[in-house]
């Protein structure tokens, strides 16, 4: 008996002696807490990767045994979460011709010569972001203008929601597309009126090019990995939820976990289309040592986008008669899908944009939430873009997380009510009419197709402005956010929609020292100034990262 207690005592000291306690003082600190008040405090202690307390201006600080910091005055708040990423398409991104916000055809065309001529080392030449809506006649690309200068390049440009691609001849070459090439289910080759594909492919359709696109190493997919979770942390993400991830990017993530490479934390969502999908759902839910990658959730996309006009509608497009988008499955597919995930005990998030694909996905929730009786997984709809006004009260009902990201409003402004007319756009973008009826929203930005920075996403919720502060009120201002509101999508929301809210989204004794420093008061300054907040420091797991610059 007398060894077992030296024994553990020795384990104490051990422990004692490996152990830091910090103790950060001077600042600023926000945090929501467990019953959703919004605390202000002054001090945060914690020990490793734990947080110990936070205090207030009235309470004495520890001065023993403890590391102090001074925080300078600034203000702290719990690592923002952004529900609704893809890491790997941004870490891809970072390496390919940025067109977002040009505002021509012209323009994307003469940013890709001038990105070639210092890249000509590539197979293909990739890009994304580029939005027709922004240009004078609203028209797709075409191949002939890419044609001229990238005659032996594959050229492939992803639009800026990322549901439709422009290729050049020599890309729909390689693919083997011509005149005779038929449109696949769920997708549309656009063709002018001599049959001719013009180069643009929507959503399925798009995977006829990406398929011929050489698939980058697991080494380098690990090193770019790194290189996305770095920048996403600079900008204030400690956490981030991958939709849709492939059987690879997993073994990726599962590695740099393994090494203690990732410097954030991840909750993948599996691709529904992996062929490995009933493998993965066998081996059940993963979570690493450390708790920075898990999987409980599985991506599944209803329809495509609205920029696009993919995104499906129960009526006809507003600015396009005889056409309602596209479902990317058929209705019995869909479901079967989603129960056999929900049957697996995964979360099942469904991309759903427009009204239809809405009511479809929570139809077939509705059936199979019942029959499977797993309403405690918090299934959820990525995006519930645009919704009938009577079927918003239905997550509340379902216990269905709303997953929105709100700079894809103040994006999507210019163009949204010409897609869906006034009655329409009444149940689109609805966040406060979902919050009302008790739904929860999970804030995220949809990265790359949005920027990642957090602070936008905030920006928005509250203003429903862009950065010019435009329109003058809002879009729609009666369905703006308050900040604390908005604040809970980017934290307690978030962590709970992940099933993480055990260890993350709020600053409290036992939860994970993930924190940032930042500027500005975000609770205090002009709204229209959120977006401009810098962030000083990121930690995660009680360490401050550092990056090189």
């Known amino acids: 008996m007398k060894k077992i207690i030296i024994f553990i005592l020795l384990a104490i000291v051990q422990f004692s002696a490996f152990s830091q306690t910090t103790l950060l003082k001077n600042i600023n600190g926000y945090t929501l807490n467990e019953t959703g008040e919004l605390v202000q405090f002054s001090a945060m202690q914690f020990t490793d990767d734990k947080i110990d307390k936070i ?9 023993k045994n403890i590391q102090e910091i001074d925080g300078q005055g600034k203000t702290l708040l719990p690592g923002l979460i952004d529900a609704h990423g893809h890491v790997l398409g941004y870490a891809l991104s970072l390496m390919q011709v940025n067109l977002n916000n040009v505002l021509s055809e012209q323009e994307a065309v003469q940013l890709a010569i001038n990105f070639h001529k210092k890249h000509e080392n590539g197979q293909w030449l990739l890009g994304r972001g580029w939005n027709q809506v922004l240009w004078k006649d ?27 691609g422009w290729a050049n001849s020599k890309a729909m070459e390689l693919a083997g597309i011509d005149h005779t090439s038929v449109s696949p289910n769920g997708g549309e080759i656009v063709k002018d009126k001599q049959g001719k594909p013009t180069g643009i492919f929507i959503d399925n359709a798009m995977s006829l090019i990406t398929d011929n696109i050489p698939m980058i190493t697991q080494k380098e997919m690990k090193e770019v990995l790194v290189i996305a979770l770095n920048e996403l942390a600079k900008v204030g993400l400690t956490s981030v939820h991958d939709a849709g991830i492939s059987n690879a990017n997993i073994s990726a993530y599962k590695a740099l976990a393994l090494e203690d490479k990732m410097p954030i934390r991840v909750n993948g969502m599996i691709y529904v289309d992996d062929k490995n999908l009933q493998e993965l759902l066998k081996h059940g839910h993963f979570k690493s040592p450390d708790d920075k990658f898990i999987i409980n959730s ?26 309602r988008g596209l479902l990317l499955y058929n209705q019995e597919t869909l479901a079967s899908l ?26 077939l929730y509705e059936k199979y939430i019942k029959s499977t009786k797993t309403r405690n997984m918090r299934h959820r709809i990525e995006h519930s873009q645009i919704l009938r006004l009577k079927d918003i009260p239905r997550f509340d009902e379902l216990g269905v997380i709303a997953s929105m990201q709100a ?41 790359p197709i949005e920027s990642s920075n957090p602070f936008f996403g905030l920006h928005a919720s509250v203003t429903r ?65 959120i977006w401009k907040t810098k962030v000083l420091q990121t930690w995660v797991d009680g360490k401050q990262l550092t990056f090189n610059e």
């Open 465 to 529: 402005q862009d950065h010019q502060n435009k329109p003058a009120l809002g879009w729609f201002p009666e369905e703006s956010m308050s900040i604390k509101e908005a604040f809970r999508t980017f934290t307690v929301n978030a962590a709970y929609a992940g099933h993480q809210e055990d260890i993350i989204g709020i600053l409290a004794k036992d939860k994970k020292a993930d924190f940032i420093l930042i500027d500005q008061d975000i609770f205090a300054i002009q709204s229209s100034d």
């Open 298 to 323: 599985v991506k599944i996309s209803a329809d495509g986008a609205l920029g696009s006009r993919g995104a499906s509608l129960i009526k006809d497009y507003s600015d396009l008669s005889n056409h």
């Open 407 to 447: 700079t894809h409003a103040t994006s999507d402004k210019n163009m949204a009510q010409d897609r869906l007319g006034e009655e329409r756009i009444l149940g689109a973008y609805a966040w406060q009419k979902l919050i009302k009826a008790n739904a929860i929203i999970a804030g995220g930005s949809d990265f």
């Open 338 to 363: 989603i129960q056999t995930v929900m049957m697996a005990g995964f979360q099942v998030n469904t991309h759903a944009i427009g009204d239809n694909a809405n009511k479809l996905v929570l139809d």
């Open 138 to 164: 609203q028209q797709y690309p075409t191949a002939i203008s890419l044609d001229e200068y990238f005659k032996n390049t594959p050229v492939w440009f992803s639009r800026i929601d990322g549901h439709a």
């Open 55 to 63: 205090f207030t201006s009235n309470d004495i600080l520890p001065t």
